[in-house]
């Protein structure tokens, strides 16, 4: 047993290292991709702690939260579970934090409002289980240096959540948030979007979230042997140390991968899309006035855009798809030769807002 054990972990390891990237992280930062929700059967999950750890090491995931429920405990009768910490120690001595980061984090578990909040690089989850009152864990979470985020505040949920799946703020949140006491907003969670909790997180300047929530198989619920993946927050920072995550996810560097979909605020998603999507001329068509660019898309999203120049395409309608790390060719009609030229795009699948994509002007020389 203890060998095919050993060859497990060891095959795991071997698909981390084998697995490219997902994006091209701009010039002087890392892009690490964190799954900050998750549950074991420490609350209402289906797997034990070392079982997270090791989903996130063969999907090259950099960093994970352990966040089971404080309040919500219903295998009690099986794991008394008398420290609410031992979810996240026991996933932590189960990898090396070099291949892994692995977070100490509770969800804080209340009826609507205020809902479900987790807390991030806590001290002690012991301290945060308060009865009766709906705020003091939140308020000991912020006594312990915790980065505190909004869960799912969309989910149709009749007693913990919003029946017509409409983000809003209710007094408590807005007293939450202009206090400082709640610094991010899952925009995505599960199998959901919200475009309504990305407009608030934008207008009220909490960082953008997108998370798993998983409590079963990331294998089967998010079908990643056939390529999927799960919602994913990609930290923008510095370094691999636990202090630059959480200065980033406090500064609100972050974007999300949810689906086909990026979404994130424009300032952090623009040099990401800048820095994976590359446009190369080939230069005139023999002696015609038919220019073909060659665009290439070095990330694991398909990039859907829609031109919005002046020109029309050879072969193409305005609207391109180019596939996870390829390249596409398009000829463009100038109808006279050019020495440069100016491509506008929409980039449809990565959302800066309500009902909102990025735009961006592509200028490149002609050879």
Do not use: C
Request: a negative charge.
């Amino acid at each position: 047993m203890k060998i095919k054990y050993l060859l497990l972990l060891i095959s795991f390891s071997l698909f981390s290292q084998n697995t490219s990237k997902f994006f091209e992280a701009p010039e002087g930062f890392l892009l690490l991709g964190a799954d900050l929700h998750t549950h074991t059967v420490f609350s209402d999950g289906m797997v034990w702690p070392t079982i997270r750890a090791q989903e996130a090491l063969r999907e090259s995931i950099e960093i994970i939260a352990i966040t089971d429920h404080l309040e919500y405990q219903p295998k009690k009768e099986d794991i008394p579970n008398p420290d609410l910490n031992r979810s996240y120690v026991i996933a932590k001595k189960s990898v090396n934090e070099k291949d892994l980061i692995i977070l100490k984090g509770s969800e804080i578990t209340r009826h609507m409002p205020p809902g479900h909040f987790n807390a991030i690089f806590i001290d002690d989850a012991n301290k945060l289980l308060i009865e009766g009152d709906s705020l003091a864990g939140i308020i000991e979470a912020n006594n312990q240096g915790a980065f505190v985020f909004w869960n799912h505040p969309h989910w149709t949920n009749k007693s913990e959540g919003r029946m017509d799946g409409i983000a809003k703020l209710d007094p408590v949140h807005k007293e939450l948030i202009s206090n400082n006491l709640v610094h991010g907003l899952e925009v995505a969670n599960e199998d959901t979007y919200s475009e309504e909790a990305l407009e608030i997180a934008i207008d009220n300047n909490l960082t953008v979230l997108g998370n798993s929530d998983i409590h079963g198989l990331v294998d089967w619920d998010f079908d990643i042997p056939n390529g999927g993946h799960r919602p994913l927050t990609f930290v923008i920072t510095k370094d691999y140390s636990q202090n630059s995550i959480k200065e980033s996810l406090f500064q609100g560097h972050t974007f999300v991968w949810f689906k086909d979909l990026l979404i994130g605020k424009e300032e952090n998603i623009k040099p990401i899309i800048e820095s994976n999507i590359k446009f190369k001329s080939n230069g005139y068509i023999g002696e015609t006035t038919v220019l073909e660019i060659e665009i290439s898309n070095l990330s694991s999203l398909p990039i859907s855009l829609e031109y919005q120049g002046e020109y029309t395409f050879y072969k193409n309608s305005k609207f391109i798809k180019i596939l996870p790390n390829s390249s596409f060719k398009i000829q463009i009609k100038t109808i006279s030769k050019v020495e440069t030229i100016s491509l506008p795009f929409n980039i449809l699948n990565v959302v800066t807002g309500l009902r909102k994509s990025l735009s961006l002007d592509f200028d490149l020389k002609i050879h």
